[in-house]
């Protein structure tokens, strides 16, 4: 079976990752802006990050040389509404306006995320997500988002990787930054105003737009270490509490009864208000988009955590029902990251028969210390046949998975071009587009194509028939 003729190649970025200008045109600080683990890492300038604000116009032209028919891309909140609510930056909105003319221009598809990561600073002083009041920040940002571009925008994604900012939340900013007694309650309450927020949002965009609008988590497959019963129920309990409490109250509009039993028992279920349920319930998502970047393997507990992980890639576990362990099986990259491509096709199978909805990979990579070298032609280059190996697997398991009867209508890796790595800076890139700067040194910020650049393209001109 070959990849739809309308399949969606492209790949992906994030605002507060690529854009820069962070202070610039009326924008107001994001909780990224001022994030310590950019600092931790290293990054001497976020300020300017990939540049993508001023260049958006290079980067979509190469893009559009790669062959893309999709681009999928942040808007970031801040940039819109500078205090999370209220007065609306009507350069915030003139600007993306310009980066969809330039797409429309090449015929590439906007596929946007609503929020990744970056909730404006002023929300987070009042308390965040933590704050009920947020819920209706979100709804008013969408509305704005709807009024403005909705008749420019086919395809919404609501928040980005959702679940990761619960699980590592001191990685991703949602970690309360207000002292409270129960810090993993506070969490979990923060992900029920996500959850209502979402489904607002979803409502909202069905009766604004004809658009189709959907959930974006990060979905990892959880693999039994061993043939044990203990080993199989705690692959269960981590699939539950990782994956299905999010997406089971995405798409189902109810809390999945094991996520739910370990809340309870936890002591950490959420303040519910009355009609939330409901709200719930009237979302009707019309796609899943999800992120893929390896599976977890995981073994009974032994009562205690054994991984302290802040990369939300790389496990986690939760004392008494379950504990995240190796793969000895599966290849690592640089980073640690297990490479898992059959993983692939195992999740996407999964998420389709679970939820019987049409599914867009939204981001999927790896993550490397590219070298710059002088090409045959004597230009600068990255050979990333690592990269190039690790997509080329990806994708015939994605097409294996299309023939088992999948429902997928796009993919668009991580990362289109070099950004900063919300964990290690500028030192771990993604992209098929070298951005030359470094941690320390901005550079010229000059754009140079990789190996993986060609052989992309090649591969949307084949329509994914040829992965050579």
């Given at each position: 079976?070959?990849?739809?003729?309308?399949?969606?190649?492209?790949?992906?970025?994030?605002?507060?990752?690529?854009?820069?200008?962070?202070?610039?045109?009326?924008?107001?600080?994001?909780?990224?802006?001022?994030?310590?683990?950019?600092?931790?890492?290293?990054?001497?300038?976020?300020?300017?990050?990939?540049?993508?604000?001023?260049?958006?116009?290079?980067?979509?032209?190469?893009?559009?040389?790669?062959?893309?028919?999709?681009?999928?891309?942040?808007?970031?909140?801040?940039?819109?509404?500078?205090?999370?609510?209220?007065?609306?930056?009507?350069?915030?909105?003139?600007?993306?306006?310009?980066?969809?003319?330039?797409?429309?221009?090449?015929?590439?598809?906007?596929?946007?995320?609503?929020?990744?990561?970056?909730?404006?600073?002023?929300?987070?002083?009042?308390?965040?997500?933590?704050?009920?009041?947020?819920?209706?920040?979100?709804?008013?940002?969408?509305?704005?988002?709807?009024?403005?571009?909705?008749?420019?925008?086919?395809?919404?994604?609501?928040?980005?990787?959702?679940?990761?900012?619960?699980?590592?939340?001191?990685?991703?900013?949602?970690?309360?930054?207000?002292?409270?007694?129960?810090?993993?309650?506070d969490l979990y309450q923060q992900n029920h105003h996500m959850l209502v927020a979402q489904a607002k949002v979803m409502q909202l965009c069905h009766k604004m737009t004809d658009a189709k609008i959907g959930p974006a988590p990060n979905i990892s497959s959880v693999y039994p270490a061993t043939p044990h019963p203990d080993d199989m129920l705690a692959a269960s309990n981590a699939s539950a509490i990782r994956n299905w409490l999010y997406l089971d109250a995405a798409v189902f509009g109810k809390y999945n009864s094991i996520?739910?039993?370990?809340?309870?028992?936890?002591?950490?279920?959420?303040?519910?208000?009355?009609?939330?349920?409901?709200?719930?319930?009237?979302?009707?998502?019309?796609?899943?988009?999800?992120?893929?970047?390896?599976?977890?393997?995981?073994?009974?507990?032994?009562?205690?955590?054994?991984?302290?992980?802040?990369?939300?890639?790389?496990?986690?576990?939760?004392?008494?029902?379950?504990?995240?362990?190796?793969?000895?099986?599966?290849?690592?990259?640089?980073?640690?990251?297990?490479?898992?491509?059959?993983?692939?096709?195992?999740?996407?199978?999964?998420?389709?028969?679970?939820?019987?909805?049409?599914?867009?990979?939204?981001?999927?990579?790896?993550?490397?210390?590219?070298?710059?070298?002088?090409?045959?032609?004597?230009?600068?280059?990255?050979?990333?046949?690592?990269?190039?190996?690790?997509?080329?697997?990806?994708?015939?398991?994605?097409?294996?998975?299309?023939?088992?009867?999948?429902?997928?209508?796009?993919?668009?890796?991580?990362?289109?071009?070099?950004?900063?790595?919300?964990?290690?800076?500028?030192?771990?890139?993604?992209?098929?587009?070298?951005?030359?700067?470094?941690?320390?040194?901005?550079?010229?910020?000059?754009?140079?194509?990789?190996?993986?650049?060609?052989?992309?393209?090649?591969?949307?001109?084949?329509?994914?028939?040829?992965?050579?």
């Amino acid at each position: 079976m070959m990849f739809p003729n309308n399949f969606l190649w492209g790949a992906s970025t994030s605002a507060y990752q690529c854009e820069g200008a962070a202070t610039s045109y009326g924008k107001g600080l994001s909780v990224m802006d001022v994030s310590s683990v950019f600092q931790e890492c290293g990054v001497t300038d976020v300020e300017v990050a990939s540049d993508h604000y001023h260049r958006f116009i290079e980067d979509i032209s190469l893009m559009a040389e790669m062959g893309f028919k999709a681009y999928r891309f942040s808007v970031s909140w801040s940039r819109i509404l500078p205090n999370g609510i209220g007065e609306v930056n009507e350069e915030g909105i003139a600007h993306y306006h310009r980066v969809l003319d330039e797409l429309e221009k090449h015929h590439i598809e906007p596929i946007v995320t609503m929020y990744h990561f970056d909730l404006p600073l002023a929300l987070q002083d009042k308390g965040g997500w933590s704050n009920r009041s947020t819920i209706d920040a979100f709804t008013e940002y969408a509305s704005v988002l709807f009024s403005h571009f909705g008749d420019r925008i086919k395809y919404w994604l609501t928040i980005n990787e959702q679940n990761m900012m619960i699980i590592h939340g001191d990685a991703l900013g949602t970690s309360s930054h207000r002292k409270v007694n129960n810090e993993k309650k506070d969490l979990y309450q923060q992900n029920h105003h996500m959850l209502v927020a979402q489904a607002k949002v979803m409502q909202l965009c069905h009766k604004m737009t004809d658009a189709k609008i959907g959930p974006a988590p990060n979905i990892s497959s959880v693999y039994p270490a061993t043939p044990h019963p203990d080993d199989m129920l705690a692959a269960s309990n981590a699939s539950a509490i990782r994956n299905w409490l999010y997406l089971d109250a995405a798409v189902f509009g109810k809390y999945n009864s094991i996520a739910w039993s370990f809340m309870e028992s936890e002591g950490i279920i959420p303040d519910i208000h009355e009609g939330d349920m409901e709200v719930l319930k009237s979302a009707q998502p019309d796609f899943i988009a999800f992120n893929y970047y390896s599976n977890m393997t995981v073994q009974r507990s032994r009562g205690e955590s054994i991984t302290q992980v802040k990369d939300q890639q790389m496990g986690e576990s939760e004392p008494g029902y379950f504990e995240s362990v190796p793969n000895h099986t599966l290849n690592k990259n640089e980073y640690g990251w297990e490479i898992d491509p059959i993983g692939f096709r195992y999740c996407l199978r999964e998420v389709w028969d679970r939820y019987s909805l049409p599914m867009i990979v939204t981001e999927n990579g790896l993550g490397a210390k590219d070298i710059l070298v002088i090409g045959d032609d004597n230009i600068p280059t990255v050979i990333d046949d690592y990269r190039i190996d690790y997509l080329r697997a990806h994708i015939k398991q994605m097409r294996l998975a299309i023939e088992d009867g999948c429902d997928v209508f796009g993919y668009c890796p991580w990362s289109a071009i070099d950004l900063v790595s919300t964990h290690q800076g500028m030192n771990k890139r993604y992209g098929f587009i070298y951005v030359n700067r470094d941690e320390f040194d901005l550079k010229d910020l000059a754009r140079y194509k990789k190996k993986s650049f060609y052989w992309y393209q090649s591969v949307i001109s084949k329509n994914g028939t040829s992965l050579d």
